[in-house]
């Protein structure tokens, strides 16, 4: 059998080689935080392959969720050498067995590895690693960790946690107080730092996701995924202030745009019903309610639709949960076409970009308050605007917007009066134009007018 190194066929590059050298000197514990394309994984298999042959036991590389294992690891290709990663990492020479369904690899020395997720941490009782390696840690459930730990700390295993940044969240501060830890191993790493971009390069990436995403947005992606910054991405508020700044100067001039409204549903008894009521680019100011008899609730709406003078032209309900109930009873009471179910959950009209129909509406929102929106004089209208964070999908990037449960943590409230407005973008409203012919509609949306055929 020809003889085989381990590491194979590769070396750790310059800005690596203070982790490798922390590891082989038997650190056990280590945090990097780096830019993309810092080779956080490959560094991570290699040691791994390399740790397994010295130490026979039980490796774990942790993604985020386990479905994501198999796409990012397991089948992923090197693009320099056409092979995939796992079998640089651990050649098929120094393996005994390999089980493709459940990603796990036993090598001829009794070792084993194998990828696990940790959304599924808890299924892996009564194991005892050796070492894990956690990518993507800013992702992943912090509570996984703490499931991990007693099972290091019995057998003096060790562990690596990897990844970009995703505001100050877990993995930020497990790097700040790994700083403080004399046996800890801890690395800031930016790109404009390890050269494995230019500075042509760099800049090219921040005008494309500039391009892709708009000028704040596209800045602070690049900055959180190339200079580690905290403050951006899952900690940036999805509507910044300076947006409502703008818009406490500007004043809306649309001649028959119509009238839609937004109704956000309480679901728990802190939590208000709302009316956001919203002409064109105007917006007016919110009715909230503390009404737990659904019942009741929508025969309170429907005295307020009869009660004005100009009567909305479309009503976006969040119908989840006990919305359902107020959706059927408003269609009773108003009219079936005029109410329209919004599920938040619902995938988005452009699902390219957005995770799911809450983040689209609030991304137009976003995107209108950019243009120029009128806000009326509604201080808790005003101040929940700001209150929910940007996240992206773990996968592919799309935007999300922060859970209402987290919002409420840390502010003490659901931002009731700020989601019902956010209903108002929920699609399209479509009004006939006053000349058209055939099947042609003029559609006027809150962000611009096209024709629809």
Known sequence: MPEISIPNNWDPRAYQMGLWRYLWDGGKRA???AHRRWGKDDVCLHWTATAAMMRPGTYWHCLPEYAQARKAIWQQVDPH?????????FPPQIRKKTNDQEMRIEFLNGSTWQLVGSDSYDSLVGASPAGIVFSEYALAKPESWDFFRPMLAENGGWALFVSTVRGRNHFYQIGEYAKGQSDWYFIDSRADETGVFSPETLERERLELISSWG?????AKFRQEYFNDPNVSGFLSFIPSSALDKCRKYKAHEA???MVWGIDVARQGSDFSVIAMRKGRAVFPTLAFREADTMRLCEIIAAKFFGFSERPKAIFVDGVGVGAGVVDRLRQLLGPGIIIDVQAAAKAIDSDKYGNKRAEMWGRMRDEF??????PNDPELLDQLTWPEMAFEHSTERILVEKKELIRKRH???PDRAEALALTWAQPVAIASPAFSGNSMRV????SEYEMM
Do not use: N
Request: hydrophobic content about 40%.
């Open 31 to 33: 945090v990097v935080r």
């Open 81 to 89: 050498s056409g092979k995939r990663r796992i079998d640089m990492a």
């Open 215 to 219: 000028e704040d947005l596209g800045d």
């Open 444 to 447: 006027e949306t809150a962000y």
């Open 256 to 258: 028959g745009a119509p």
């Open 370 to 375: 950019a243009a120029g929106v009128e806000l």
């Open 412 to 414: 003490g409230a659901s």
